[in-house]
């Protein structure tokens, strides 16, 4: 028996949810993405190490993830571990009056929702954001002039040797679309939230507001995994695909959206092939017109 069905068996034999050769395509918003070979879903911190560990003991390769709303996987498949943080790894509650405790697996909609029905401002910016707060702590997510490190307080981890932990935020190394955690690659499980006193009403006008905007500027009738290319610093990386003249470009089933440049979307049936090769056509064009070195924000697996 390989070590792929050994620990399909552990997690059978201690009611962890998995199943083999898991297609990608279903846990991704790209919708984009061959077989796992092994896709679990954790309940509790102890599922997280149990499976977690037998990989990292038997030189098994493994990759959490939750939403899937930053990745872009191969179309091959993931010939290793998918720990899925998502629907069966979810819990939030007040810890006081103004702090809020989210595990990884809530996603950010939750989150928000969460805050507005207890009268807490802060999070407003995040409502929209297509993650879940694991991912939006790895990637100290952001949009409207906020970002995770403005609330965030306190963040939860289990590290390499399966030991569990947390950051203050001082420890966190929060920046554009980076933490400790880019760095580490520990197992982020939660996450504190110190939010402000607000009025109810107006913070769900302002979650409306910022909701409506991204309807009316962002192609969510398609599937993608959010901006494509990081921030250049002094400019916009929409602005300069747009100044190349590269909306609407397409290389199979990808296309660069019609509405905002920023984005690479699928158009039915794109590939991961297909989107990289958008990807490198773009970053080519926009350096060669412009001298500005597109960085991709997507992650690939």
Do not use: W
């Amino acid at each position: 028996m390989c070590y792929i069905e050994k620990l399909k068996a552990l997690c059978e034999q201690k009611g962890i949810i998995c199943c083999l050769n898991e297609p990608m395509s279903e846990h991704t918003s790209f919708k984009i993405g061959g077989p796992a070979a092994l896709f679990v879903k954790p309940s509790c911190v102890e599922d997280i190490k149990t499976v977690a560990g037998f990989a990292k003991q038997n030189d098994i390769k493994y990759r959490i993830v939750g939403k899937g709303s930053n990745l872009l996987v191969s179309d091959k498949g993931y010939d290793g571990i998918i720990i899925n943080l998502g629907e069966e790894f979810k819990e939030i509650k007040l810890i006081d009056e103004n702090t809020i405790y989210a595990s990884s697996g809530v996603s950010l909609a939750e989150l928000c929702r969460f805050a507005c029905d207890n009268s807490l401002s802060g999070l407003e910016f995040a409502f929209g954001i297509p993650g879940s707060v694991g991912g939006a702590i790895y990637m100290n997510a952001g949009a409207y002039g906020g970002e995770i490190k403005d609330v965030i307080s306190k963040a939860y981890h289990i590290d390499l040797d399966m030991s569990e932990g947390f950051f203050e935020k001082d420890k966190l190394e929060l920046s554009y679309r980076h933490s400790a955690y880019t760095d580490n690659k520990f197992c982020i499980t939660g996450g504190e939230f110190t939010l402000n006193k607000g009025v109810q009403s107006e913070i769900k006008e302002k979650m409306d507001d910022f909701m409506s905007r991204r309807k009316s500027k962002q192609p969510l009738n398609y599937p993608s995994a959010g901006s494509t290319f990081k921030r250049p610093v002094g400019n916009y990386a929409s602005a300069l695909i747009e100044q190349c003249g590269l909306k609407g470009k397409s290389v199979g089933g990808a296309m660069v959206s019609t509405k905002h440049s920023g984005f690479v979307v699928n158009t039915g049936n794109a590939t991961c092939s297909d989107v990289l090769e958008l990807v490198e056509e773009v970053k080519k064009e926009v350096f060669d017109k412009t001298g500005y070195k597109l960085e991709c924000e997507v992650e690939i697996l």
